[in-house]
């Protein structure tokens, strides 16, 4: 296992934890993140497709929008 995929590994296993096993997990088709399903035993519950990421992805957007809000402070 490399190092990117116990990165991966810990907080999955936080999840695992507090909500049980999931029954599939959408990722995009980072290496890591395949390392880590076969760690976990989840190797064929992970799902990767053109558009299956966007949820995840377009979660983040308010909080982009504030760091390039605070962007500014910084370069002033």
């Keep these: 296992m490399t190092r ?9 296993k936080k999840a695992m934890k507090r909500f049980g096993q999931p029954g599939f997990v959408v990722t995009d088709k980072l290496h890591s993140y395949d390392a880590a399903m076969k760690v976990i035993g989840n190797a064929l519950g992970q799902e990767t497709g053109r558009w299956k990421n966007n949820l995840a992805e377009n979660s983040h957007l308010p909080f982009r929008k504030k760091e390039r809000a605070m962007l500014c402070f910084r370069q002033m």
């Design 4 to 12: 990117s995929a116990g990165i991966v590994l810990r907080p999955s």
